[in-house]
């Protein structure tokens, strides 16, 4: 059975192999091996993983620094796409993220991703900004 539960340590190796599968292009500042630490360090309480058994199956990182607040890092497993823990993993970070006063969640899809469709299903739209970065 699939439940959506909050990150321990013991799900380290699994997340780890679920995010190769799911961004094999990502930098390695967005590896497992540093984003999971820097997670726990602030909020470690909005980083969940859906499990079925001991197996890690899906991930989701959220955010919120009293403003708005944002998901990260929102995967499932190949093998288990479609049966609806993509949603309940969105779900719950909503939840969380509403709980603690949040009132907008934002997100970023990488220019090409199809996951779009994914998203418009579960009321996110299109924006009109710009986004920009630097590393520091």
């Known amino acids: 059975m ?5 990150y321990r340590d013991e799900h380290f190796a699994g ?3 679920l995010w190769r599968e799911a961004f094999p292009d990502d930098p390695p500042r967005n590896r497992a091996a540093v984003s999971v630490p820097a997670k726990l360090a602030e909020q470690p309480d909005l980083l969940f993983v859906a499990v079925d058994g001991d197996e890690v199956i899906g ?10 607040g944002w998901l990260y890092s929102v995967a499932v497993s190949r093998a ?3 049966e609806g823990i993509g949603r309940a993993l969105v779900e719950h970070a909503e ?7 949040c009132l907008k969640v934002n997100l970023q899809v990488r220019e090409g991703n ?10 996110y739209e299109m924006e009109p ?8």
Request: hydrophobic fraction near 40%; charge should be positive; aromatic fraction near 6%.
């Open 129 to 136: 900004r710009t986004d920009m970065g630097k590393l520091i």
């Open 114 to 123: 199809p996951v779009t469709g994914f998203y418009a299903k579960l009321g």
């Open 2 to 6: 699939t439940q959506v539960v909050t």
């Open 59 to 68: 991930s989701i990182m959220a955010d919120y620094g009293g403003h708005r």
């Open 15 to 17: 997340l780890d192999a």
């Open 95 to 101: 939840a969380a993220l509403k709980a603690r006063g």
């Open 80 to 82: 288990r796409q479609g």
